[in-house]
T-cell receptor, first 112, second 116 residues
Framework: QQPVQSPQAVILREGEDAVINCSSS?????VHWYRQKHGEAPVFLMI?????EQKGHDKISASFNEKKQQSSLYLTASQLSYSGTYFC?????????????FGPGTRLSVLP | GAGVSQSPRYKVTKRGQDVALRCDPI?????LYWYRQALGQGPEFLTY????????KSGLPNDRFSAERPEGSISTLTIQRTEQRDSAMYRC??????????????FGSGTQLSVL
């Protein structure tokens, strides 16, 4: 049930771009993206609610391909503050109704 | 409150002892989730409440784990006869609406449990 994220980790220089992928073996109702800095709680970035939806927020955007059961997070012209672990959270249906399952995370390090 | 509050922040206990972890969600939030997060891993679902009703406890590892939210606000996760493998960060999250409504989660700072 847990979605797969790739890559597991990525190291960038400030100003470079990155893409983080999230895929599920189950049909997705929505995809959430969260960022967690070391020693802190995960913080919400965005929700994608329907297939093909793309959202943007500063230089961070995401897409959701409902048919392929996957989502991608795009970080453009990365800043030092983007460092952290990015989790996708997927809304799926299981035996107990709709559930919310997180991926294992992608660790992003932005270097000066 | 302004955010999701969890206490204690750290809990060190001896194997075999019982522990109770508290979560105070954002006022008015319908949904409350408990997750366990191992170092370097994503949050692992434990249980879900819709107001006071525990609607899903499929993620609780075994019957030593239980949770309650008696008045639909504060929740307590209890672990009986703790074992070393229970050591982890336990996080609570709340949401304004019920599960399935695709609303964002607000996470607490967590309780770091260490079982010696």
């Amino acid at each position: 049930q847990q979605p797969v994220q790739s890559p597991q980790a990525v190291i960038l220089r400030e100003g470079e771009d990155a893409v983080i992928n999230c895929s599920s073996s189950k049909a997705l109702y929505s995809v959430h993206w969260y960022r967690q800095k070391h020693g802190e709680a995960p913080v919400f970035l965005m929700i994608l609610l329907k297939g093909g939806e793309q959202k943007g927020h500063d230089k961070i955007s995401a897409s959701f391909n409902e048919k392929k059961q996957q989502s991608s997070l795009y970080l453009t012209a990365s800043q030092l503050s983007y460092s952290g672990t990015y989790f996708c959270g997927t809304e799926i249906t299981d035996n107990y109704g709709q559930n919310f399952v997180f991926g294992p995370g992608t660790r992003l390090s932005v270097l000066p | 409150g302004a955010g999701v509050s969890q206490s204690p922040r750290y809990k060190v206990t001896k194997r075999g002892q019982d522990v109770a972890l508290r979560c105070d969600p954002i006022s008015g939030h319908v949904s409350l989730y408990w997750y366990r997060q191992a170092l370097g891993q994503g949050p692992e679902f434990l249980t879900y409440f819709n107001y006071e009703a525990q609607q899903d406890k499929s993620g609780l590892p075994n019957d030593r784990f239980s949770a309650e939210r008696p008045e639909g606000s504060i929740s307590t996760l209890t672990i009986q006869r703790t074992e070393q493998r229970d050591s982890a960060m336990y996080r609570c999250a709340s949401s304004l609406v019920e599960r399935g409504a695709s609303e964002k989660l607000f996470f607490g700072s967590g309780t770091q449990l260490s079982v010696l």
